[in-house]
């Protein structure tokens, strides 16, 4: 096909900080436009590359010319996802010359964000993330805000790359972290994820200046403060804490089922889904589409059947794998899934959401990012959504944390470390985390702005027990924590208690945590 149009980019650069004034720039080398173009209806950048520069591939060349453009003139676009230009969009075409010399520096299976936008005075900021969904972004987004009010003259690159939990993103990282071509800066959870870039050392570079200079050893709670060393060394920075055990729940439902509050316990939950079903509603909306849902629901669904201290146990060995609350848990996972939407495997964790948001079905277990995607929506806590613990987690607060690191080979490095600085800051904290659906991982900000649910989560936060997440980089090592998704996301199709229990007692004996 001549005109192909680009459907292939994973990498989705959405930069949205349009509003940042260009008169705050400072002056750069002016960018020549061999001809201008202003899109119309059925063009895509492919066709247009076709059309002047005689290759359908070479559009690289002209978004990153056109984004060059716009940092001197805004009556030009800003193309931040090459599959989406719009009709009135004016669009900057570099001379084939210039193309060709572009296209020799960039590799398209190996994008570097960097050099598809422009360069600040001071350089540029490629702040690598997953965070993609309306909440997620919301809550960067509020960082850059003041990250660019501080540093006028860095231009932001934001390097996202959609898929939940970091599926998609932390495999394209560790290439980049091998290939040399890393974001200035990027999304790590607090834990044992970090060794997904081993050796540590050799593609990061520790931030222990930073705790020392901005005083951060005093201000993070000690549940959080033991995720943060490894290898006698801080890797990251943490904006938050958020909560995997939550049960998302959509209150008129419930009342057209005759219900009047989420259940507490697993029976109490089977018996509200029958009433729901008989009502025509799907008692619980799930996600499968990215391959870690399913995971996240049964850790849950494990501390409930194992205790806190039981599900810690599981993850440091002092309990085998065999333990009877590892079949209670399978099999009321099993007997939970047959109350689920059938088509889930379509659906990704914010789709989910929205079958709650929509009232299309009751319940939802999701970490809290949902809380941002309920809020992103204009829902209200407390009056359109209601929330609890997921059934017999009560007093347990399955946590994790994200965390932003310093790779070694980053090539702003001087604009890293203000962002790492930055995002530890209270006021950076009190910012993302209201939008994010997160708490903050300081002690010390103002509750003020959160809303009720986080509120709530706050003060669970304050007396509950922390446990760590496993599908989100806190509890396991990334290859016990792959394995375990792996595992889990076979029961789903098998439905073998027997077989996944062995699997996961054999996974445990493979990381050398189980004997
Ligand atoms: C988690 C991450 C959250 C949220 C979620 C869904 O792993 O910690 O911040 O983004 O994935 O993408």
Request: glycine share 8%; with cysteine; proline share 5%.
């Amino acid at each position: 096909m001549k005109h192909l149009k680009v459907f292939s980019i994973v990498l989705v650069v959405a930069l949205l900080l349009a509003w940042v004034p260009a008169a705050n720039a400072a002056p750069r080398a002016a960018v020549t436009c061999d001809q201008t173009y202003t899109v119309t209806a059925g063009d895509w950048l492919s066709k247009i590359s076709d059309k002047f520069l005689g290759s359908v591939s070479a559009y690289w060349a002209i978004m990153a010319q056109t984004n060059k453009k716009n940092a001197e003139d805004p009556t030009f676009a800003k193309i931040t996802n090459a599959d989406q230009i719009e009709v009135g969009q004016k669009l900057c075409i570099p001379s084939k010359a210039e193309a060709e010399a572009f296209l020799k520096t960039f590799d398209p299976n190996n994008i570097d964000p960097g050099a598809l936008f422009a360069t600040g005075a001071k350089g540029q900021l490629v702040v690598g993330s997953w965070w993609t969904s309306a909440g997620e972004f919301a809550g960067l987004n509020e960082i850059y805000k003041l990250y660019k009010a501080a540093n006028p003259d860095v231009e932001i690159v934001n390097a996202a790359t959609a898929g939940g939990a970091g599926v998609n993103f932390k495999g394209q990282l560790l290439t980049k972290l091998i290939g040399g071509n890393p974001p200035d800066t990027f999304q790590l959870h607090a834990g044992l994820e970090v060794e997904t870039y081993a050796p540590v050392e050799t593609y990061l570079e520790p931030v222990d200046d930073i705790y020392a200079s901005e005083g951060l050893d005093q201000v993070f709670p000690p549940d959080l403060a033991a995720l943060l060393t490894y290898k006698g060394h801080k890797w990251g920075v943490p904006v938050n804490i958020h909560r995997s055990n939550v049960m998302w729940v959509n209150v008129p439902a419930l009342q057209k089922a005759g219900l009047d509050k989420a259940p507490a316990t697993w029976d109490e939950f089977f018996a509200a889904a029958e009433k729901l079903k008989a009502a025509g509603i799907t008692p619980i909306a799930m996600g499968g589409a990215e391959g870690w849902e399913m995971a996240h629901t049964f850790e849950d669904i494990l501390a409930s059947t194992m205790g806190a201290d039981g599900y810690r146990q599981l993850w440091t060995g002092e309990r085998a794998w065999t333990d009877p609350g590892v079949t209670q848990a399978l099999e009321t996972f099993k007997k939970v899934l047959t109350y689920a939407n059938p088509d889930r495997a379509a659906y990704s964790w914010p789709a989910a959401v929205d079958l709650v948001i929509q009232g299309k079905a009751a319940f939802h277990i999701m970490g809290d990012w949902a809380n941002g995607e309920f809020t992103a929506k204009g829902k209200v806590a407390g009056v359109d959504y209601s929330w609890a613990p997921v059934p017999g987690t009560q007093g347990i607060f399955v946590g994790l944390s994200d965390m932003f690191a310093l790779p070694k080979a980053a090539k702003n490095k001087e604009n890293a470390r203000a962002w790492i600085r930055l995002v530890g800051t209270k006021a950076a904290q009190e910012a993302f985390n209201p939008k994010k659906g997160s708490i903050c991982a300081r002690t010390d900000c103002d509750l003020t702005n959160f809303n009720d649910y986080l509120k709530s989560s706050a003060a669970d936060w304050a007396k509950d027990k922390i446990v760590p997440s496993v599908v989100h980089g806190a509890a396991a090592s990334p290859a016990w924590a792959k394995e375990f998704q792996d595992i889990i996301t076979l029961f789903v199709t098998t439905g073998d208690v027997a077989a996944a229990q062995a699997s996961l007692q054999q996974a445990c004996v493979k990381a050398g945590v189980c004997k």
